[in-house]
């Protein structure tokens, strides 16, 4: 363990195990190539075609292996000491985005805007904005109402010390362990403020329920660059008016629900032993509607508990879209050394505004911030740098601000920040600090998993690849995680591979894997048996149960068949010209019937035939060999020889019974 003056850094205790698992494993892997290849070449008995298929899917697997071991290599975990701070905190502004009030409720945003203004920090060094980029008038209405109920809510929490400060959470079943044991006063201000709670739900669904207020919000999303346009533009307009040192960004479907969480991300900033070089604090993307079996995996523990601490022990997790704490002078400023006069040439990088440029020196500590400017003239230059083209000739987007190297704005930036040198850091507190709503069906889960990966897919292929540009910038080990994620997706093939040649071989009776009584049996068997422990102890280790690690295995496979396969033909689709550049906005509103079948465990394939398409084709080849290669097997009896890809079949179609069930109980609804 590692103390620091604001936080402290535990390694993970069983790290030599891991390390020495990775270099068995390693070893066994080089086996097996070595039994393919001179089978291959020396057996005249080797069925070509399918061996070399088979080589194939196992080398790309063994890559994908390899990049993946860089996040088992140095896992940490952190906790804080807040109460260490100094009184004098620095200024934070908060950036709320939001587009769509069909897909995004009016209603649900002003809670997560409530919850940002209600943080426990000094109300003089906060600030916080939202972004509409669909315009709409209700919007601007709900944020007038919301300020106003703001006025109640605030001193309510302060005085009785509410965690849960997003009304929505606190007034729900989810908020009754904080009205447990109170005094009759708070009972009856609870009733108060429950009541113009109500009403301001009340009048906003009565605002935008006039279709004229929602059909008006068309906007031109392509000249804004999306929410990385947005994201720039908030940095422009809050660097007019509050100028804080660092800045929140959170999804309008995110609430915070640690009111703490900023002074627990100021331990990384302003810790004078790490935090010269701290670009960013990334906290786990959570969500209050989790059912306790989790069936699409919505809790991605792979990526929050495995994959981001190990990149944390390297130098620091990627940026993840929303939960994150930034500072201005990473975004802004190049690298952690970077010299002052990059701002000679701050007309060139930052745009005209010479009243902005002037924020960038207070930022940087050439002067004072000037305090008698009149809100009127902030205002009239607040709409000069908001407007759609103040970017055209300048580094926006490019060196400055949040990145358009690909759609994915957070993943860009966080990736291109490590490159320039900046570190980051990722806590993982007990009580999450952040909470959204996760997709109840297929469809939402796989249009989301599809964009990300998709988008990955290009930087990989991009002049910022990870296997180029980011192996030249960063530290070996740090560049291999990128790496993984760039080539994530190629699991599409190892699974389309591993799901057709064996099963057809089965069907023929031709081996692929050696005898059960051979030695060369035992690679294979090894390899099995040694990912799945790994899996296990993960799982286990972070308070998981074996019902987790066996429905993450199904889900794995269901995503890597349908999500990555999708995410290829739309990158190569958008790569070649032939795709038009869009946004896909994920539905944050609930629909109750979709959220029932998701707690009850059942899987909703409604609307996503298509995604699944690939799964079903795989599916009824799956089935048709395995009971016409086990007919074959009970009249030939060469157990030996098949037993392998017997054991593969019977275990793909133990993992694929729900689904299965789902896919047969689908409605024929085409999403």
């Not at 109402?145 to 001193?155: D, G, N, R, T």
């Not at 990149?311 to 500072?327: A, E, H, I, Q, V």
């Not at 802004?332 to 440029?357: H, V």
């Not at 031709?510 to 030695?519: A, L, Q």
């Amino acid at each position: 363990m590692a103390t620091f003056t604001l936080h402290t850094e535990t390694v993970q205790s069983w790290l030599p195990l891991t390390r020495l698992h990775i270099l068995c494993h390693l070893v066994v892997v080089l086996l097996l190539f070595y039994y393919r290849f001179t089978t291959l070449f020396y057996d005249t008995n080797t069925p070509t075609l399918p061996w070399i298929l088979m080589t194939i899917a196992e080398a790309l697997l063994a890559v994908l292996w390899f990049f993946n071991q860089a996040f088992r290599w140095r896992p940490v975990s952190r906790s804080v000491m807040p109460e260490k701070l100094p009184a004098n905190l620095p200024g934070l502004d908060i950036f709320v985005c939001t587009l769509d009030p069909e897909k995004e409720p009016t209603v649900d945003v002003m809670d997560t805007v409530i919850s940002a203004i209600a943080m426990d920090y000094p109300s003089d060094k906060l600030a916080v904005y939202l972004s509409d980029d669909g315009g709409c008038p209700v919007t601007l209405y709900g944020m007038k109402e919301a300020c106003e109920f703001a006025k109640v809510w605030l001193p309510f929490c302060k005085k009785y010390g509410i965690m849960s400060r997003c009304p929505k959470v606190f007034f729900s079943p989810m908020g009754e362990n904080e009205q447990l044991l109170r005094i009759e006063e708070f009972r009856a201000e609870q009733e108060q403020i429950k009541a113009k709670y109500n009403k301001m739900q009340e009048n906003i669904g009565k605002f935008g329920s006039d279709p004229k207020i929602v059909l008006s919000c068309l906007i031109d999303q392509l000249a804004l660059r999306y929410k990385g346009g947005a994201l720039n533009t908030l940095l422009r307009v809050s660097g007019l008016i509050s100028n804080g040192p660092y800045v929140l960004v959170v999804d309008c479907d995110m609430y915070c629900n640690d009111p703490s969480s900023a002074k627990q991300a100021m331990c990384f900033f302003l810790d004078p032993e790490t935090s010269k070089d701290v670009a960013f604090v990334q906290f786990p993307q959570m969500f209050h509607n989790l059912s306790k079996k989790d069936i699409y995996d919505n809790q991605t523990r792979i990526a929050f508990k495995t994959m981001w601490q190990g990149m944390d022990g390297l130098r620091g997790p990627g940026l993840s879209g929303s939960g994150n704490y930034l500072s201005r002078s990473a975004l802004l400023f190049g690298s952690p050394n970077q010299k002052d006069d990059y701002l000679l040439d701050a007309q060139n990088n930052f745009g005209k505004s010479t009243m902005y440029i002037e924020s960038l020196k207070a930022i940087r500590g050439q002067q004072n911030a000037k305090k008698n400017t009149s809100i009127d003239v902030i205002l009239q230059e607040a709409d000069v740098v908001a407007s759609c083209s103040y970017e055209k000739n300048t580094n926006w987007g490019n060196e400055v601000g949040f990145s358009y190297a690909i759609l994915l704005e957070s993943t860009g930036t966080g990736y291109l920040l490590h490159c320039r040198g900046w570190r980051s850091t990722y806590l993982y507190p007990e009580r999450p600090c952040f909470l959204g709503c996760a997709p109840t069906d297929i469809k939402e889960g796989m249009l989301q998993l599809v964009k990300w990966l998709s988008e990955l897919i290009l930087l990989g292929v991009s002049k910022h690849s990870p296997f180029t540009y980011g192996i030249s910038r960063m530290p070996f080990l740090h560049a291999l995680t990128f790496c993984f994620l760039s080539f994530t997706t190629q699991y599409a093939t190892i699974f389309i591979l591993y799901g057709i040649i064996p099963q057809v071989c089965f069907l023929k009776g031709i081996p692929v894997f050696p005898k059960v009584t051979e030695p060369w049996f035992l690679v294979f068997a090894t390899l099995f048996v040694s990912t799945q422990i790994q899996h296990l102890i993960e799982i286990l280790s972070g308070g998981g149960s074996l019902k987790i690690w066996w429905d993450e295995q199904r889900i794995w496979i269901l995503k890597s068949v349908t999500g990555c396969l999708f995410a290829i033909i739309q990158a190569t689709k958008k790569w070649l010209g032939l795709n038009k550049v869009r946004f896909t906005l994920s539905n944050k509103a609930i629909d109750k019937e979709k959220l029932k079948k998701y707690e009850q465990g059942k899987f909703d394939f409604e609307g996503a035939a298509l995604f699944m398409s690939p799964l079903v084709v795989l599916l009824i080849v799956n089935i048709v060999c395995f009971f016409g290669g086990l007919w074959r097997l009970l009249i030939v009896k060469d157990f030996e020889r098949m037993f392998g890809q017997l054991f593969l079949l019977s275990y793909l179609m133990a993992l694929s019974y729900p689904i299965l069930e789902g896919i047969l109980t689908m409605k024929s609804k085409v999403g």
